[in-house]
């Protein structure tokens, strides 16, 4: 089968070819080049969306999304943050359209099983420059197009000793590679797959477990721990759940500070030092200073927002702000909730924020509920552990400021709403 011919399969009803084509390539290419993908991604948004317009205001998720544009557009015309609010906006209203003209690509169980094995596919040059860059050596930038394209790769990683391989910093390659993880977990999963790519797959969960671990991202390790049960579904929580619990006990007791010293020294003679010492921030005992801790900055960012709690101080706003209160600078408030609402204020947080849990909550039981094939069915709970995964990362960083995870968060929300469409609502997002 040549690459023409897969890229053509499992293409939704009615969709036109270039579309689908040019969506898929958009997701090989997210990761290793933003502007290449963004070019592809431009032509499925044009061919997904332009004989569909007047079905917009169809489906009532899109009123929502309308009206926190609004609402954020509102906060602009006098935001504190000047021209950066304007800017700021980019993050948020072209992806709420983004979402819904990228529905039809994802209708389908199968697309959006296709869609997760390409974002898996396009993963290889993140793995491969964050091994190389931690074990031999390999380091940029490279650049290409005059800076259009660039894989930073800094010496030894960015921070130090952290894997972060083409991305600017190891938090973002840990969010991509946690992102990914439950799709690679997913393809070694399928029943179909014969013992020579049965072997592969598992080489390829392997290297992306292995370069996450070495991001040294305590969100990504949270989230390849979450992403395990999700994948392989209800019907293994009576075990796997109890002995995920055996293996992180000694982890807890190495941890929290109230642990006995006695089992807490017994516990970090168990646990691997890198470990504990890390989960503990033990490595900044004595030398960070507590302005830099996120505890409080959301303390400080719950203080600014009930100083302007309707529309917010604009995008970009803390980066401004929080200096001119501590003295020390943090481009954001790191969780995004906060974020949100320091910059558009608490009605525009509250209902994204609602919006988005709505549609984790409510597409739960089609991935968790009634199990049907397991081919398809773990795909889709991969698609939901992902999502899940994203919500559980900006609780305690905002990687949404990288694009590339920008853009998988809004294809992922849209592929949830597909889940739940009904028959008559789908209707909607087919064509002339």
């Known amino acids: 089968m040549n690459l023409l011919t897969w890229l053509s399969s499992f293409r939704p009803h009615k969709i036109l070819l270039i579309g689908w084509i040019s969506f898929q390539l958009g997701l090989f290419f997210l990761a290793s080049s933003p502007f290449i993908s963004v070019l592809f991604f431009l032509i499925a948004l044009f061919f997904g969306s332009y004989k569909r317009l007047r079905y917009f205001f169809k489906d009532q998720w899109n009123y929502i999304f309308t009206l926190i544009s609004l609402l954020m557009l509102i906060g602009s015309f006098n935001a504190y943050s000047g021209s950066l609010a304007w800017i700021g906006l980019a993050n948020w209203i072209p992806l709420f359209f983004c979402c819904w003209a990228f529905q039809p690509y994802l209708l389908t169980a199968q697309a959006r099983q296709r869609s997760g094995v390409l974002l898996l596919l396009g993963t290889f040059p993140v793995v491969f420059t964050g091994i190389g860059q931690m074990w031999f050596g390999l380091h940029g930038p490279w650049e290409v197009l005059n800076g259009l394209i660039i894989w930073f790769n800094d010496a030894d990683g960015q921070p130090t000793g952290r894997l972060s391989g083409l991305f600017s910093h190891a938090n973002i390659a840990g969010s991509w590679l946690a992102l990914v993880f439950p799709f690679s977990l997913a393809t070694f999963l399928q029943t179909t797959l014969n013992f020579s790519k049965r072997s592969i797959a598992f080489v390829w969960v392997l290297f992306i477990v292995i370069a996450l671990v070495l991001t040294n991202s305590r969100n990504a390790w949270g989230g390849l721990f979450l992403s395990i049960p999700l994948v392989l579904g209800v019907s293994t929580w009576s075990w796997l759940l109890p002995f995920l619990a055996m293996i992180l006990l000694p982890v807890a007791l190495a941890v929290f500070p109230f642990v006995p010293m006695e089992i807490q020294a017994f516990s970090r ?100 509920g009634i199990q049907t094939a397991l081919r398809l069915n773990v795909f889709d709970r991969a698609w939901w ?48």
């Open 385 to 432: 552990a992902a999502t899940f995964i994203l919500v559980f990362l900006h609780a305690s960083d905002i990687p949404m400021f990288d694009s590339r995870i920008n853009f998988v968060g809004w294809i992922f929300l849209a592929g949830l709403r597909c889940m739940i469409l009904t028959s008559n609502s789908k209707r909607f997002l087919m064509f002339d």
């Open 269 to 368: 003679k168990i646990v691997p030092e890198g470990l504990w010492a890390r989960l503990s921030d033990l490595q900044f005992a004595g030398q960070r200073p507590l302005e830099t801790t996120r505890l409080f900055q959301w303390k400080e960012a719950i203080t600014v927002i009930f100083s302007k709690p309707w529309f917010g101080y604009g995008a970009a706003a803390f980066s401004i702000l929080y200096p001119l209160r501590q003295g020390i600078w943090h481009g954001h408030t790191h969780n995004l909730p906060l974020e949100l609402a320091v910059a558009h204020g608490l009605p525009a947080a509250v209902l994204l924020v609602s919006t988005v849990l709505s549609l984790l909550i409510v597409s739960y039981n089609k991935c968790f």
